[in-house]
T-cell receptor, first 113, second 113 residues
Framework: EAAVTQSPRNKVTVTGGNVTLSCRQT?????MYWYRQDTGHGLRLIHY???????QIGDVPDGYKATRTTQEDFFLLLELASPSQTSLYFC????????????FGHGTKLSVL | GEQVEQLPSILRVQEGSSASINCSYE??????FPWYKQEPGENPKLIID?????ERKQIQELIVLLDKKAKRFSLHITDTQPGDSAMYFC????????????FGKGTSLTVIP
């Protein structure tokens, strides 16, 4: 089973705060994704990446930056956090472009007060 | 991006009966349709998937049907057990260009003993 590790598991910040969510996968997967999960909205894609240095915009990118520093590491940055960004964030990875399954991390619960 | 509609949002069934979840998609180029199960406090995990070259796939009590003309696919859980209680997400993906997954909003399934 592919391993996707997210940190921190829980984070509380204030409005305007600076937050970095981390994700590491150790299975040499090419694709990595950041989703947010909200009741009534399911899983919505924020950003994704195919390989180190690559970044693609997802469906709900406003207020988020992301950076893929290595094949293993994908970061989500909230530079001016707002209460609307209170959510459960999932990182996921998949092997390549031929419709491979997603492996999810265990999520980061972010609260913006 | 692709829109995936999932119904119902809430489903309650008696133990031993069948449960059905339906999804529809817009992009006729979508060719991969996975289903994920998310138990409370856990990450989503793939339970079954189907590709566009198939109409039906079964893994034990899970059956997935795909109707490409109607752009609909469905998950059927036969002989439901309390352990099937969870949130279920359908998704659609295509592998032209970058791989991306679009999720439905989820179905909360409760199996009543």
């Amino acid at each position: 089973e592919a391993a996707v590790t997210q940190s921190p598991r829980n984070k509380v910040t204030v409005t305007g705060g600076n937050v970095t969510l981390s994700c590491r996968q150790t299975n040499s997967h090419n694709y990595m994704y950041w989703y947010r999960q909200d009741t009534g909205h399911g899983l919505r894609l924020i950003h994704y990446s195919y390989g180190a240095g690559n970044l693609q915009i997802g469906d709900v990118p406003d207020g988020y930056k992301a950076t893929r520093t290595t094949q293993e590491d994908f970061f989500l940055l909230l530079e001016l956090a707002s209460p609307s960004q209170t959510s459960l964030y999932f990182c996921a990875s998949s092997r390549d472009r031929d419709n491979e399954r997603l492996f999810f991390g265990h999520g980061t619960k972010l609260s913006v007060l | 991006g692709e829109q995936v509609e999932q119904l119902p949002s809430i489903l309650r069934v008696q133990e031993g009966s069948s449960a059905s979840i339906n999804c529809s998609y817009e992009d006729s180029a979508s060719n991969y349709f996975p289903w994920y199960k998310q138990e409370p406090g856990e990450n989503p995990k793939l339970i079954i998937d189907i590709r566009s070259n198939m109409e039906r796939k079964q893994i034990q009590e899970l059956i997935v049907l795909l109707d490409k003309k109607a752009k609909r696919f469905s998950l059927h859980i036969t002989d439901t057990q309390p352990g099937d209680s969870a949130m279920y997400f359908c998704a659609a993906s295509r592998n032209t260009g970058y791989q991306n997954f679009y999720f439905g909003k989820g179905t909360s399934l409760t199996v009543i003993p």
